[in-house]
């Protein structure tokens, strides 16, 4: 028998914002009726922030749980914050989840992602004409793709394959894709102990090159895609002092949000122990 928090129970009995929206703009699904978990999600957006959520799930309590929560966390949130939410912070919300069931945060997760993805592509035409991207699917049986795995070890530090499937399912059926996911495990963290290596080997002119860099190629086109942008104000060792620009200059909240959106990329493409300062 698995040991279920009190807000974990109190949502499946109770559960919030269930029903859908009928002039949504944007709606997600993740899961699949066949593997026996769905979710859709229904979003409601103006001026840039989610101002109603609900939810349609088949699934176990938890399914419930994780689903009723995420609709509490994102509305009233903007759209920047709620793109920084994890399965991990869905789990946390209710008080932990028994490993076996940390799938139904990851299925909440996904479903706010893709329907994230579906109102970017919905306010872009440029992106609605290009040719879509597939991606690769590593379990066959529950249609779990490689993007999905690898995000699900980066974001909670997962090891072993019975980690990964306790979180996305891959394996859990037949089985036949386990060396498949040991394979992806073994390269995530060979590739973060090569990139450990190269930040802590760095000289002082390269380190400043490569934040420079990945401050031009990557963070600014980010921002700039919501109307922010960013300017490389000083580096002094690892404390680097940027000036910040969005769409609500005057909101602390926003800018925080953007603070910590260079400060986690930096952190992934450069150095963990970087800091971000925000100057005026």
Known sequence: MWDYSEKVIEHYRNPRNVGKIDNADAIGVAGSLACGDQLKIYLKIKNNIVVDAKFQTFGCGSAVASSSILTEMIIGKTLDEVRKITNKDIADQLGGLPPEKMHCSVMGHEALEDALKNYDDYMDLDELRAEPVKEKIICQCFGVTENQIWEAIKVNGLKTVEEVTNFTKAGGACGRCKDVIKDIIETYYNKLEKEEHEASTLSPAQKILKISKVIETQIAAELQKDGGDITLVDIDGSKVYVKLRGKCSGCKNAM?????????????????????IEVE
Request: charged share 35%; net charge negative.
């Open 256 to 276: 925080m949000t953007l603070k910590g959106f260079v400060e986690n990329t930096l952190r992934e493409t450069v150095d963990k122990n970087i800091e971000v």
